[in-house]
């Protein structure tokens, strides 16, 4: 098939029905908005990054805007080598070029976190590479509803349960889009069908040793009770508005009291035993974030145990998220901790 035939067919499957047209629509809005020429998109193969990739390609034939699509293979699973190249495959027939990443670093422990900081990782550095200050990926309303329980079930606050943003940033060159947190995961999955044909379906998504997939199961007794996932993601919303407030607020702290002295996060001891266990949260997890280039929160039960730790007459110095906090004087100190 012509690259001319193959994008027509493309555009057309995503005219077939109503719900598909009026994603393609969204997106190409929010995609205007931004008004980048350069985009890197995470792809898995499952059907939400395939429809990703999809309304990508379709964007492309309406303006000029370049795509690097990029997928992680972690090799956890046996088949995972063989699926990215069927992967490779599938798009190539809709003049996708694929690029396939093999992730070296051995992940054994807390193995979802790893592998995702480490595809981050990836992503980043092509990013970089290819001097594209956007990441593309596919997460969606279910996802932005499942990270709200999630994150409900360990006990997180206002920040945690606003859940995900539209728009991150998560390295100083380069931001987090994601343009589906709105979008309903059947309608994803119809426009995979439409412009693919199929798709992948990962294992680990129904295993149940998985806080995520345990979670995932939590939809369908939900909705018969009457709790619909569109109220919650409604809930997360306006949690999101009352953050965004506090964002400001907390920015004030931050400058007020988090100082970079060389190697080095000072902090203001004095001024930070007068903040509220919340901020005194925020203000840990943000200097962290400045020290070590973090994108995501320390669990809140150990920032917790830290903070109490901080307040106690014999503390000299303990490790968390890997930095060393210390008492200099009148400050609070941490540098990152040697591997």
């Not at 067919?9 to 598909?20: A, E, G, H, P, Q």
């Not at 994108?295 to 890997?322: A, E």
């Amino acid at each position: 098939m012509s690259k001319k035939n193959s994008n027509v067919n493309l555009k057309n499957s995503l005219k077939n029905f109503k719900d598909s047209s009026n994603v393609f629509l969204r997106f190409k809005t929010k995609l205007d908005s931004l008004n980048k020429k350069k985009y890197v998109v995470a792809v898995s193969g499952g059907p939400d990054s395939m429809a990703l990739a999809a309304l990508c390609k379709a964007y492309s034939n309406y303006k000029r805007t370049k795509f690097y699509y990029v997928l992680v293979d972690h090799n956890l699973r046996k088949n995972s080598s063989q699926e990215a190249q069927k992967v490779k495959k599938i798009l190539k027939k809709r003049n996708i070029n694929l690029k396939i990443f093999l992730n070296k670093k051995k992940i054994i422990r807390n193995i979802q976190a790893e592998a995702r900081n480490a595809r981050y990782e990836i992503l980043i550095n092509y990013c970089k590479k290819n001097k594209s200050k956007f990441l593309i990926t596919a997460h969606n309303l279910e996802d932005q509803v499942e990270t709200f329980f999630i994150r409900l079930s360990r006990g997180s606050g206002l920040k945690g349960l606003s859940a995900m943003k539209t728009l991150t940033k998560i390295k100083s060159q380069v931001s987090l889009y994601r343009p589906f947190l709105d979008v309903k995961k059947k309608f994803l999955t119809k426009i995979s069908k439409y412009a693919f044909g199929e798709y992948f379906k990962d294992p680990s998504n129904t295993d149940m040793k998985y806080l995520r997939t345990k979670v995932r199961n939590l939809k369908k007794p939900l909705e018969k009770s009457g709790i619909k996932y569109e109220q919650i993601f409604k809930s997360i919303q306006n949690l999101s508005m009352s953050k965004n407030t506090l964002d400001q607020y907390l920015n004030k702290i931050f400058k007020e009291l988090i100082k970079r002295v060389n190697s080095e996060i000072v902090i203001n001891f004095t001024k930070f035993r007068h903040l509220n266990d919340d901020t005194k949260m925020a203000l840990i997890n943000e200097s962290v974030k400045q020290l070590k280039k973090n994108y995501y929160d320390l669990r809140s039960s150990k920032v917790n145990n830290l903070i109490k730790n901080l307040n106690k007459r014999g503390f000299k110095k303990t490790t968390l998220g890997g930095c060393i906090f210390f008492r200099k004087n009148a400050n609070l100190c941490l540098k990152a901790e040697k591997i």
